[in-house]
């Protein structure tokens, strides 16, 4: 019990110093670049933080555990949103680029609807629906791309003067630093994943439990501690393209990962009145919690706190009722 301590607290250290190290890769790439930061954080940011929730969602889809893979990508955008999201937005509302959140926001919505009407509908994610995923995943990256390229040149000026001063900094050690970063964020993540769900075992949690929330959390906090250096370092776009894109890779990544790896059906470990809780409460969050943060935003191009306190109290309510009903 205590060398799973040990190593739990190893894989927060990690991912503490790897979110420190990858922010300041990737910020670095953004100014050399003259690339909006929600941009990057919706892109480069996302994927890196993302690779937990892969590799733990992969993992367990190879060896038939289908509902950790449901649970880590469905439980993942709540706390992403209703955590991760929620506290930086209490603490410190950032203002957005709202041209730069619509395409992330529009292949989320695509996505999820997607998502959800095979689960409602059918019941079983088969193996075309990972490709699926997969090729709406390749198709962001490509729009991503080719929006970088269209850039307007006076918005490119701007950003070379306001920039100006991080000429003389090494690419290659930008790059250097996004590569180390997010090794130790996958390496933290693995090892804190591992060993809080063998801590949570010993003291009895269903495993239900456990992928909805405790792996979730796990695997969410490269986001979380990305969130905060973001915030911290004075980069609150990073911090919200990085989870709106994590979000999006959780749907279209993650889970074409795993479906495409093993088929299976939607976890019905509860029950609700009769109703399959998947079905009736965790999808039907992710669509609130997503709303509830992005609608706002796009509307006044802006965030203010009482979002960040009500997602917060959203997920506080989330993880009571998983542990409670």
């Known amino acids: 019990?205590?060398?799973?301590?040990l190593l739990f607290i190893v894989g927060l250290v990690l991912?503490?110093?790897g979110g420190d190290w990858f922010v300041d890769g990737a910020t670095g790439v953004a100014h050399r670049f003259h690339l909006p930061e929600l941009l990057i954080g919706a892109t480069i940011v996302s994927i890196g933080t993302t690779l937990p929730e892969v590799m733990v969602s992969a993992t367990s889809a190879a060896t038939g555990h289908g509902e950790i893979a449901y649970g880590n990508a469905i439980g993942s955008i709540i706390c992403n949103t209703a955590l991760v999201a929620a506290i930086t937005i209490a603490i410190k509302p950032a203002k957005i680029e709202r041209k730069s959140l619509i395409v992330p926001v529009i292949f989320f919505g695509i996505a999820a609807t997607f998502y959800s009407l095979v689960a409602y509908l059918t019941g079983y994610f088969a193996r075309w629906v990972g490709i699926v995923l997969l090729c709406i995943f390749i198709a962001y990256i490509t729009i991503q791309i080719l929006m970088i390229r269209k850039q307007p040149k006076e918005e490119v000026q701007e950003l070379v003067e306001e920039n100006e001063e991080k000429k003389d900094s090494s690419i290659l050690k930008e790059i250097f630093l996004i590569v180390i970063g997010a090794a130790l964020i996958a390496i933290g993540a693995d090892l804190l994943v591992d060993n809080g769900s063998l801590i949570a075992k010993e003291i009895g949690v269903p495993e239900s439990v456990i992928a909805l929330t405790f792996v979730a959390l796990g695997t969410s906090l490269p986001e979380l501690v990305t969130a905060i250096t973001s915030l911290v370092k004075g980069h609150g776009s990073?911090?919200?393209g990085n989870i709106i894109g994590a979000n999006l890779f959780?749907?279209?990544l993650v889970s074409g990962v795993a479906t495409t790896i093993s088929p299976f059906i939607v976890p019905a470990s509860k029950m609700v009145f009769g109703i399959n809780s998947s079905l009736l409460i965790d999808i039907p969050i992710v669509f609130i919690v997503m709303?509830?943060?992005l609608i706002p935003a796009l509307i006044r191009g802006k965030l203010s706190k009482w979002q960040g306190i009500v997602l917060l109290?959203?997920?506080?309510?989330?993880t009571i009722f998983q542990f409670v009903i």
């Open 15 to 17: 991912l503490i110093k």
């Open 1 to 5: 019990m205590w060398l799973y301590v």
């Open 238 to 240: 990073l911090s919200l």
């Open 250 to 252: 959780n749907l279209i």
């Open 291 to 293: 709303g509830l943060m």
């Open 313 to 318: 109290v959203i997920y506080l309510a989330f």
